[in-house]
């Protein structure tokens, strides 16, 4: 819901921040967790968030399909994909916006991913803008210790690079490395996760010219960084940090297709790689 807000015109912008505060709620609270096996979408997100995006002029359709959640995920809150419309969304209106997210947080789950990017991600008549995606945690949190193993790790990450194939290189592909966690153990194998991505990047796994890092754990073990609340997940300061990066870059990116074409990836490589690698950003 961070993204949401953000993305709104200042004064509605401001209307749904005055919502929030009345009822003492943040973004990430949208879709608190309630059990892997709810169905029913009206019982899913909080009132309290949603009801100001949709008076802000947000529109929500939940997914319940076969490429929705993840059947293989070692942990998975199955039906919480759904799309969110701005302004008619992008298939409507120039103007429009168009948010889709599935829950799919294991770094390479084959049936799920696999599913997902060929029926529903990568068809022709699909157009993404930008492609986010953050994995890793759940990793730590729930695999075995030898699939934490560089090798596997690293072997997982080609088989979702693979995937990503399908998108032209005139969509931004966008990767968030995990958050720091309070748990030694999984602290442990953040970093080796963390590192494959940035390692896999660098040597232009996830395709040159249009991918871009952002090393979660750098964001959230820098100075002055918010604590978890429950030691593993953030409140919205740190998903408001993650957006704003992302606007900044999918700015640079843009006006470089605009401008020329596939060209543009020296001086998108220049403008964010040189400048907003202390941020935890950087571009390949």
């Known amino acids: 819901a961070d993204f949401m807000h953000a993305a709104l015109p200042l004064e509605l912008r401001h209307n749904v921040s005055l919502a929030w505060n009345a009822s003492s709620v943040q973004g990430y609270e949208l879709f608190p967790p309630i059990g892997k096996h709810e169905t029913d979408f009206d ?9 100001p995006l949709m008076n802000a002029g947000w529109n929500f359709t939940n997914l319940l399909e076969k490429s929705s959640g993840c059947r293989d995920c070692s942990s998975s809150y199955v039906n919480i994909d759904y799309f969110a419309e701005l302004f008619g969304g992008n298939t409507r209106s120039a103007s ?5 997210f599935s829950w799919k947080p ?12 060929t029926h529903r991600f990568c068809p022709p ?11 890793g945690l759940h990793d730590a949190a729930f695999k075995s210790d030898k699939l934490i193993e560089h090798s596997a790790v690293d072997t997982r990450f080609r088989r979702l690079a693979g995937l990503l194939k399908c998108f032209p290189e005139t969509t931004l592909i966008i990767l968030r490395t ?3 966690t309070r748990s030694e153990k999984e602290q442990e194998r953040l970093l ?6 940035i390692n896999l990047a660098r040597n232009g796994t996830f395709g040159l010219n249009r991918t871009l890092l952002i090393d979660g754990h750098l964001l959230t073990a820098s100075t002055a960084h918010p604590e978890s609340f429950d030691g593993h997940h953030y409140d919205s300061r740190v ?3 993650v957006w704003r990066l992302i606007f900044f870059a999918s700015a640079q990116f843009f006006v470089g297709v605009k401008l020329d074409g596939l060209s543009r990836a020296n001086s998108f490589k220049e403008s964010l ?12």
Request: glycine content about 8%; charged content about 25%.
């Open 192 to 197: 080796n996760i963390t590192e494959s991505m």
């Open 125 to 135: 008549n699909r157009r993404y803008d930008i492609v986010f995606i953050g994995r």
């Open 96 to 100: 429009g916006i168009t948010y889709e």
């Open 273 to 284: 790689g040189l400048h907003w690698q202390e941020c935890g950003i950087t571009a390949w």
């Open 239 to 241: 998903a408001q940090s």
């Open 43 to 51: 019982r899913m997100y909080k009132k309290e968030v949603m009801f």
């Open 106 to 117: 294991d770094i390479f789950a084959p049936e799920a991913d696999t599913d997902g990017f």
């Open 178 to 180: 995990p958050y720091v």
